[in-house]
């Protein structure tokens, strides 16, 4: 009895170590994210911002698909001259999954959707809610000044941080897609 039981224990003990191996190897080959944070190579911080029609947009609910998300103001001159570049990968790449989330810091939304209805493609996702809520969002990526563009991947993390002297291009894209 003692030999049924010590094989018993053994062939238990055995398939606990083969399980325990399995998960480790498991957990090793898992996709792991980085931590959170604002700069290339970090996990893109979630929020929550309203878009012009009142509905809450949360950025992580596009995980899965990139997204280009564009820092900006109507009376700003870089943004003017940087925002048609932006509309033109959104419009080269929004086919194949591009998301355009852009965050506004105008201090008056008539003079927003003005813009907006001229200048931007249907499909796109414009956020402003108020501008104190849209500085928060500012703060929270360490935006210091607009035009900025932070191209995130479909796992979420940060792939490129740009400015107006370098906003997104066809290759950036090309590489998130």
Known sequence: MRANARLVLGIIGGLVLIAALAVGLWLG??????????????LAPDFTLDDLDGEPVTLSDFRGQPVLLYFWQT???????????VIELYELYSDRGLTLVTVSTDHNEDTLRAYLR????????????????AMEIIDLYAISTVPRAVLIDRRGVIRLRADHRRMPTEFDIEEVL
């Open 29 to 42: 080959l898992a996709e792991r994210l980085p931590p959170v944070g604002t700069e290339e190579g970090e």
């Open 75 to 85: 009376n700003c001159p870089q943004c003017r001259h940087a925002f048609p570049e």
């Open 118 to 133: 001229e200048n931007v493609p249907p499909g796109s996702i414009n956020l402003w809610g108020s501008l104190e809520e």
